[in-house]
């Protein structure tokens, strides 16, 4: 279950705020689209272990607020990115440049285009959606890729044995927060191969065709998260209509501080 953006703040303020503070820190800001090869692709060529990339936005840094676990288990990743323009708003306030907006969404299938030949890995979502975002993959993204497929309703033991038998490259995490992240946080613990571990979110079911891509002017606005409520309002209620005044509203309060 996603974590209520609205529950009750029972970790103390500066709890929190520093919690924030930290994953501020911790994001790689790549500050012009022409550093992305070097910043970004070129070092996840070389990677030696298993490696965690994680996507911070307005409603992960909302989660993290009374949910201590999660708030661990996003800040352990070995790679923040910032995703939104919510993200974008909060940098600004704090005098920090926001770099480019590297939401999944985009960036996900990139990646894929780099495995072409390699071993991947979707866990998430239900079929037929899975199966159909596996031929995404191999057709249009990463050309003969071997494709390893589990739905997002298994067990976290499940995952690990799967991952061990099959030793992907690159493991698509598409089950949402808070739980893609606990179990990405686990298969980097258990795994002994190098490979990157991707919390994904709905990215599957984009690529399985099960959700529609907002039009690219609303993308460009900013204004996706718009598209989505629209289409899942009674689902997303919480998180956008709800969640996007709580994170101006805390953003403020740590810009104050």
Not at 52 to 65: C, D, G, P, T
Request: a positive charge; charged letters at 20%.
């Amino acid at each position: 279950m996603t974590p209520d953006p609205m529950s009750s703040e029972s970790l103390a303020t500066s709890t929190w705020k520093g919690c924030w503070q930290q994953l501020l820190q911790s994001l790689l800001v790549v500050r012009h689209p022409s550093d992305m090869e070097a910043q970004f692709f070129e070092p996840l060529r070389h990677l030696t272990r298993p490696t965690v990339l994680a996507f911070v936005n307005a409603h992960a840094m909302n989660s993290v607020v009374g949910h201590q676990h999660f708030g661990e288990a996003l800040a352990g990743a070995d790679l923040l990115v910032r995703d939104g323009a919510g993200m974008r708003l909060l940098l600004l306030m704090m005098g920090r440049h926001p770099g480019v907006n590297l939401n999944g969404t985009d960036l996900i299938p990139k990646l894929l285009e780099r495995y072409e030949g390699r071993r991947v890995a979707l866990y998430g979502t239900v079929e037929p959606y899975l199966s159909k975002a596996a031929c995404y993959v191999q057709r249009d993204l990463a050309h003969g890729a071997q494709m390893f497929l589990c739905h997002g309703f298994g067990s976290t033991v499940d995952y690990i044995e799967q991952a061990q038998r099959d030793q992907p490259d690159l493991i698509v995490l598409g089950m949402g927060m808070p739980k893609q992240e606990a179990l990405a946080a686990e298969l980097r613990r258990e795994l002994q191969h190098p490979c990157l571990i991707v919390c994904g979110g709905a990215i599957i079911d984009f690529m399985g065709d099960r959700f529609e891509r907002a039009p690219m002017w609303m993308r460009r606005c900013g204004l996706e998260w718009l598209f989505r409520l629209q289409r899942e309002p009674k689902r997303l209620f919480k998180r956008y209509v709800i969640g996007n005044p709580a994170f101006l509203w805390r953003s403020l309060r740590l810009m104050l501080r």
